[in-house]
């Protein structure tokens, strides 16, 4: 695997301190981790849009950045196109003109997406004479990502580009990103606290916390670990690979098999022996002390409890552990204590829903199915 | 009572082109020195900030007895600048300078407020996308600052058309040189019978004043819509 991006930073800021250092290469690396770890300050960092203490940042073999050998670019001569929380586009200039002026700057260098290519990817034909004030959150996001595009950069931050929109725009977004990825070729790392995001996109997932980089691997890998479940509570979830066993064409659900036990979901048309990945999000496990009876959801997997943490007001995550695989359930503290759920006891876990994709590896689904 | 004498007429002119020219050569000097002060970190900024904030504050007398020390024909700068065919005292060009001063603070303050509203967040999405410095500045901080800064330069207008004390402490009260609209209507109010043409000269000031903040404000309004955000 080559290096598209080789970083070694660190940063004091009165009370916040980052000390980073990873690589990462092509395809989409996820920037993972709560808010105040230090995602954004990375993403700056590399852009130039902030100087660390001591450092060296290269990009496809370029030194951006050296502190010991006095180097610095200055941001607009690093290429590195970036795409903002909020869209930023030039609220004087029409989305046309706002696609063009990156552009402009690139001239003279020929390699990379024509403009047309660009407008298509992203679906901007129709917007192209409107304002920017005119156009709704995912619009304008999908010019911002047009225009980083057009300023023809060696690597593309995006930096939780999805966070200021609602669902139904990041379901109208994903698409295109998992484009870009597959048919741009840019080498890209993206920001983002949650989970359903980083397992769908990423290849490569490297993880902070409180500023330094607490995990870093192939995105299947580090999502599993069962202590990242720990820290990202709110989000958390487990990462099942399953084969196809059946299809029941009565019912018109789809057995999945695995270590983990036997899973039914909605008809899944893929042939029996294929591979694929779930995601089974903690919020939608529910935990039982005997085999329940009389419920709704056929999905019952046995195990036992692992760990507990408690978390935020009234929650605690439970970690599970069925047939040597990890799940965990989000819990109120006081069903823990009803259950008396303790390390080693035996528990029934009820899956209400899961979030599965298809193409298996390096991604996950668009959003969770009840089952 | 519209009709007009010659020197009133005159009086008019010369107030408009003394203003003009006072606005139009206060802009570039006006938009660095707002830029100094809205985005630079610097030694001296709060110096400068009075220094720019003087002529607001001092007596116009006194302003205009400075500049008659400092570019009189025998002042500091004055003297010098005779050597090469510059000269403002007691011309037309002197009451401009005049004007210019008086008007500077009230240009650099709507400027600089305009250029501190202007989003930072875009001027660095410009850099991201290649622009450098230069360019970000002219083609986002410049047009999204633009309502202030046309805002300045009516407000500097308006100033020098109105400005008196300055200007006739440094360039006197010569009709047809440095008789301005203000002066001719204190020259009127000296002599008897003067008063009819006191008023006359009053009414247009007051119509000219109207007819700048009004254009002023059409203008604003329609770069507002321009820049998307009205």
Known sequence: MSTTLDIDVLLNRGAFSLEVAFAAGPGLTALFGRSGSGKTTVIDLIAGLARPDRGRIAVTGETLLDTERGIAVPVHRRRIGVVFQQARLMPHLSVRRNLGYGRAFARGRSDGIAF????????????????????????????????????????????????????????????????????????????????????????????????????VGAADTVLRQADLLATQEAEAGAILDMIVEETDSETGLTRLSGRVGRLWVPRLLRSIGTAVRIRVPARDVLLATQAPVGLSARNILEGHVVSIHAFGEAAAMVQIDCHGVLLAARLTRASVRDLALAPGRAVYAVVKSIAFDPQGVGTAGPAPVEI | ?????????????????????????????????????????????????????LPLILPPVVTGYLLLLSFGRRGT??????????????????????????????????????????????????????????????????????????????????????????????????????????????????????????????????????????????????????????
């Not at chain 1, 005119?134 to 060696?154: D, F, K, N």
């Not at chain 2, 408009?16 to 570039?28: D, E, G, N, W």
């Not at chain 2, 002219?138 to 100033?159: D, E, H, Q, Y």
């Open chain 1, 116 to 215: 047309e290519g660009v407008v298509d990817l992203l679906g901007l034909g129709h917007l192209l004479e409107r304002r920017p004030a005119g156009l709704s959150g995912g619009e304008a996001q999908r010019v911002a990502i047009g225009r980083a595009l057009l300023s023809r950069p060696r690597l593309l931050l995006m930096d939780e580009p999805l966070a200021a929109l609602d669902e139904g725009r990041k379901a109208e977004i994903l698409p295109y990103i998992e484009r870009l990825r597959d048919e741009a070729g840019l080498p890209i790392v993206y920001v983002s606290h949650a989970v359903s995001e980083v397992a769908r996109l990423a290849r490569t997932v490297v993880v902070l916390e409180a500023g330094r980089v607490a995990a």
């Open chain 2, 1 to 53: 009572m519209i009709a007009l004498t010659p020197d009133e007429w005159t009086a008019i002119g010369l107030s408009l082109r003394v203003a003009a020219v006072a606005t139009l050569a206060s802009l570039i000097p006006g938009l660095f020195v707002a830029m100094l002060l809205a985005r630079g970190r610097f030694h001296g900024r709060a110096l400068l900030d009075g220094l720019v904030h």
């Open chain 2, 77 to 230: 700068f004055g003297a010098a600048l005779a050597e090469v065919g510059i000269v403002f005292s007691f011309r037309w060009t002197g009451a401009a300078l005049a004007c210019a001063i008086m008007g500077f603070p009230l240009m650099v303050r709507a400027m600089r407020l305009s250029i501190e509203a202007v989003d930072r967040r875009l001027e660095q999405a410009a850099a991201t996308l290649g622009a450098r410095p230069s360019a970000v500045f002219l083609t986002v901080t410049l047009p999204l600052a633009m309502p202030g800064i046309l805002a300045g330069a009516v407000l500097a207008f308006a100033k020098a058309m109105g400005e008196f004390g300055a200007t006739i402490t440094f360039v006197s009260n010569i009709p047809g040189e440095t008789q301005t609209l203000p002066s001719a209507i204190y020259s009127l109010t000296q002599v008897p019978g003067g008063e009819a043409g006191a008023l006359r000269l009053t009414l247009i000031s007051v119509a000219l004043s109207m007819t700048a903040l009004l254009v002023s404000e059409l203008l604003a309004r329609r770069l507002a819509r321009r820049l998307g955000t009205g």
